[in-house]
């Protein structure tokens, strides 16, 4: 039986390397420098790179650039907000930033993916 690695996501932090399910990662935050991925079930997992350099990855598996700080994995998504702070709430209590310019895509993939469940 042949394993889907496309699902799974390499992260790596020093000297160790992750891999960890795709539905697993909440989101990840670029700060002072380092990537921090917030997953499910194995917590904070601080990571080596930028956001630019797991964007390519993600983006495939369901993520969305909600900001040039954040990539944010869709499936986790309950809604946004517009107001002048332009977040989006997560479903663990969590506030994300979202730049104007990116809601309406956010939107859209959001009626899509409503759109496929209900299917």
């Known amino acids: 039986m042949r394993e889907k690695s496309s699902t799974k996501v390499v992260i790596k932090t020093r000297g160790t390397y992750y891999l960890i399910p795709a539905e697993e990662i909440l989101f990840c935050e670029e700060k002072a420098g380092r990537i921090r991925f917030h997953t499910r079930n194995h ?3 601080p ?3 930028t956001i630019n350099n ?5 983006l495939p598996k369901g993520f969305f650039r909600t900001h040039e700080k954040y990539l944010v994995n869709l499936r986790h998504i309950i809604g946004f907000e517009n107001d002048p702070n332009s977040v989006f709430l997560m479903d663990f ?3 994300i930033p979202i730049e104007s310019r990116r809601e309406l895509e956010l939107l859209e993939k ?3 993916m409503a759109k496929s469940k209900s299917c």
């Open 110 to 112: 959001m009626n899509r």
């Open 43 to 45: 917590g904070l997992i």
């Open 93 to 95: 209590d969590h506030s």
């Open 54 to 58: 797991y964007e390519p990855r993600l």
């Open 47 to 49: 990571a080596s790179g």
